[in-house]
């Protein structure tokens, strides 16, 4: 009998986006209330299911009783989900986020969609099915197919508010197609080369076979899932389709979108990495590891000096997204036990700050039709709720001391420095410094500027706003306050992977 | 280099699979023109799943259904997997090609939605309109 709670966490929003359009043909006030309350039970069932494999440890689900990777020596042929301690808290941090942008939704969705609304919460409650199945999924064929779930609800999304989003949703779709195809192709040789899509077994075959890793079906396989994986999360020669798609998005939407599309991608490829290929493959001559750490360092680098050259505030947070994703690849590549449990705590931590910072920019295009840098000087007269939390996130995305942010790059930089990648420590140090300037130049117009009126009417904040951005600042001081048991909870998870 | 040639002579369908790949690839990068951009995707995704076909073929063999007719067989073990065709990459082709439809079905409205706004499916075109 196996442990089913995964499933009823992954079934539950499914099941209700699959009902929703039959409520909403009569009712249609009811799809958000009923949305809302999925999310939230999804969210509870996932903190129950953290505290029964804390508990317990983890267990797996075979689907219809067929043999898995546990039930040795039957070849796995089922298909099989993974509930462990890592996906367990990318679980709560999914869902939780995602109830949370729920609740802000509402004020800021699209007043225009009409009996659309209906659709909207089944594309959204869509999206974070496929999501979670991504987190669960324990065989490669079963991660494409639910990224492109995820991602098809996501380019419909994106596309809703009609006019340039279209285009920006038809660039998306086309980048994004293309991530999954390349993913597909590498499923495909790795299943020429080894007969088998199951993680574990292949896992296992790849470590009995040594020959295996230096055959040409399985560099091709590993390659092509890296270029998939890479479009996905937007690592930064493969992140043209990220800054347009979240800028265009609805407000209520690109939260949603850049809190948790790019980091569920990259857990999945961090899943494959140290979970199938092991943190000491190779293809070819090159060192996979030290590969990404290069192509991390020059996203960080790179996406934020280009966030600091933005005018448009969605577009610049887009930005310091790519440059996090970097960050996050300095950690994961360093192959010692501090830099990886500091990088998945600092992807935790990015997923909140993120998701935190489009709120701010929605609520201020809501509140004060500001979109631009400049436009921002008209916060001052608004509420003091939103630049609380713009301060207390933008302390963290800079990383000072009580914030989370910081204990995330402090254990990346003290890994890179255990590893002796000196060059990699100089990468996080130059982002962090242009993330300063970045907010700087916020800052400076929101305090400084004194050319506008300073007079500006005080708008009362809609309350679901109030609470999304308070629920995003307060997490990410109570993670930087509670970092120390996290991180020694990721360090077991690195131990594990075989750190 | 000849030896080369001759090798990918013998298997016409990895050839096919790479030209149809790189194809597809260039029409969905450099076509100005929306509709044939998608049809290069759909060439492209076609050429995977073509491939996936190719690793799953085998030759003098029959679907992994046992009948009535083979209890006798089943009975002694006499069952010879080198009969029967392995359905697995079959089952992943049927998956693959029900997300590709999907796709496709999403982005053709989507440039239903483009052309009804902008009156044209010219990358360049719909750029110079929003100026």
């Known amino acids: ?499 | 280099m000849i030896e080369h040639i001759v090798a990918g002579l013998q298997r016409p369908n990895f050839v096919a699979f790479v030209i149809l790949f790189l194809w597809g690839f260039f029409v969905m990068v450099t076509h100005p023109n929306l509709v044939k951009k998608l049809i290069g995707m759909y060439l492209l995704q076609t050429s995977i799943i073509f491939l996936l076909v190719t690793i799953g073929a085998k030759k003098q063999s029959t679907v992994p259904i046992l009948q009535a007719a083979d209890a006798a067989a089943i009975a002694t073990h006499e069952v010879d997997p080198a009969d029967y065709a392995n359905p697995l990459p079959h089952v992943l082709t049927l998956t693959a090609i029900v997300v590709q439809v999907a796709t496709l079905g999403v982005s053709l409205a989507l440039v239903a939605a483009i052309y009804q706004k902008y009156g044209s499916l010219d990358e360049d075109e719909i750029l110079k309109r929003i100026e």
């Open chain 1, 1 to 499: 009998m196996s442990y089913p709670l995964p499933v009823i966490i992954f079934l539950i929003p499914f099941l209700t986006a699959i009902c929703l359009p039959m409520v909403g043909l009569k009712k249609r006030h009811w799809c958000r209330p009923l949305a809302l309350i999925a999310v939230c039970a999804m969210c509870v069932a996932a903190v129950v299911n953290l505290l029964e494999v804390l508990a317990h440890g983890e267990t797996r689900y075979a689907f219809g009783g067929w043999p898995i990777s546990t039930s040795f020596p039957a070849a796995s042929i089922g298909v099989e989900w993974v509930n462990d301690p890592l996906a367990s808290v990318m679980l709560v941090v999914l869902s939780s986020l995602a109830s949370v942008c729920l609740i802000y939704s509402g004020p800021v969705s699209p007043q225009s969609l009409g009996s659309r609304v209906v659709l909207y919460y089944t594309l959204i409650l869509m999206l974070i099915s496929g999501l979670t199945g991504i987190v669960l999924a324990g065989d490669i064929f079963n991660v494409f197919v639910f990224m492109e779930v995820a991602a098809l609800s996501a380019y419909a999304l994106v596309g809703i508010p009609g006019g340039r989003a279209l285009i920006v949703a038809f660039r998306y779709l086309i980048l994004g197609t293309l991530g999954a195809s390349f993913y597909l192709l590498g499923v495909v040789f790795f299943y020429a080369a080894t007969g088998t899509l199951n993680m574990a077994d292949l896992a296992q075959q790849l470590a009995d076979k040594p020959e295996l890793m230096t055959s040409k079906a399985v560099i091709a396989g590993t390659t092509f899932m890296f270029i998939g994986f890479g479009i996905k999360m937007a690592l930064f020669p493969l992140h043209g389709w990220l800054p347009g798609a979240y800028t265009r998005a609805p407000d209520a939407i690109s939260p949603l979108l850049a809190a948790l599309m790019t980091k569920v991608a990259l857990y999945g490829w961090v899943r494959i990495m140290f979970w199938v290929l092991g943190a000491g493959a190779e293809i070819g001559q090159i060192h996979v590891l030290s590969l990404l750490g290069v192509l991390g360092a020059f996203a960080a680098v790179v996406g934020a000096l280009l966030a600091l050259s933005q005018q448009d505030v969605k577009r610049m947070f887009a930005y310091g997204g790519i440059s996090h994703v970097g960050l996050i690849l300095i950690g994961v590549s360093q192959g010692n036990q501090t830099a990886f449990a500091g990088s998945l705590f600092y992807l935790i931590n990015d997923a909140v700050m993120q998701a935190g910072l489009f709120f701010i920019a929605g609520s201020a295009i809501y509140h004060h039709k500001a979109q631009t840098v400049d436009d921002l000087a008209s916060l001052r007269g608004g509420s003091p709720w939103m630049i609380g939390g713009l301060i207390v996130l933008a302390l963290s995305m800079i990383g000072i001391p009580p914030t989370g942010g910081f204990f995330g790059k402090w254990h990346i930089i003290l890994g890179a420095i255990e590893a002796h990648n000196y060059w990699a420590v100089a990468a996080v140090i130059i982002a962090t410094i242009l993330t300063m300037a970045y907010f700087q130049k916020l800052f400076v117009r929101i305090f400084r500027d004194t050319h506008l009126p300073s007079d500006v009417e005080r708008i009362e904040t809609h309350p679901s706003i109030r609470f999304s951005v308070a629920v995003t600042s307060i997490a990410i001081i109570l993670l930087g306050v509670c970092s120390d048991p996290i991180i020694r909870f990721f360090r077991d998870i690195a131990v594990s992977a075989g750190m």
